[in-house]
């Protein structure tokens, strides 16, 4: 309710329509030109929001800008805000940089937790078909989390299909001195590839975008 008084300028168009902030439950992102209409942007939000009761919470509120526009302090009720290079938004990472480095570091992250916490499972006396659908309902979400906007490279693909080989052998019990070539890995895993999984994540998820209507 709060947003929809905010009275500001329109400062990018996506598909016809003008946007300025972004939001997902209390979770927002103020968008702008330059720090100065920032600065604004947030003493209103923070006037209207007081209005009706609620706080702007400052350790939790950053800012990012681009390399193009000067430096400068931004406050809210005199107290200035962090300045980040990168910051996490629904939990994707995105940085002035603007690189996946960081975010696919994360999500190797997320999928080396996802493999622990089930791993004894997995490692354990249950069917091939219900370990890889196990592994691919766990693993490969945690792993791919957003991977529908990644732009892969070729050395990244290399990173992530190398780490699910490390995580199948590790499920089959075969050392790389068994000399075993990642094609037999997989055939005895019997999971999803990687790579494979996240092409089809990203046609599914231009499917969608390409059904969409106006104003969704």
């Not at 681009?66 to 809210?76: E, M, R």
């Not at 249950?126 to 370990?131: E, G, L, M, P, Q």
């Not at 092409?199 to 499917?207: F, I, T």
Request: aromatic fraction near 6%.
């Amino acid at each position: 309710m709060v947003m929809r008084q905010m009275n500001w300028k329109s400062v990018i168009n996506i598909n016809r329509e003008q946007l300025n902030y972004i939001r997902f439950v209390d979770d927002s992102v103020l968008i702008t030109e330059n720090t100065i209409k920032l600065q604004k942007m947030l003493q209103d939000l923070n006037t209207k929001s007081s209005q009706v009761g609620l706080k702007i919470n400052h350790s939790k509120t950053k800012f990012l800008w681009s390399d193009t526009l000067a430096k400068a302090q931004i406050t809210i009720k005199g107290e200035q805000m962090e300045e980040v290079e990168q910051y996490v938004y629904l939990g994707q990472e995105i940085n002035k940089l603007h690189n996946q480095e960081g975010e696919l570091s994360r999500r190797k992250k997320a999928g080396w937790c996802a493999f622990n916490s089930i791993k004894d499972v997995l490692q354990g006396k249950i069917n091939k078909a219900t370990c890889a659908s196990l592994f691919t309902s766990t693993v490969l979400p945690a792993m791919l989390y957003g991977s529908e906007t990644w732009s892969l490279m070729k050395t990244e693909k290399q990173q992530l299909s190398a780490m699910e080989r490390v995580m199948e052998r590790r499920i089959l019990g075969i050392s790389i001195c068994n000399q075993i070539p990642n094609e037999g890995i997989i055939h005895k895993s019997g999971v999803q590839d990687v790579i494979v999984e996240s092409r089809h994540s990203k046609m599914q998820w231009a499917g969608r975008i390409a059904r969409l209507t106006d104003n969704q």
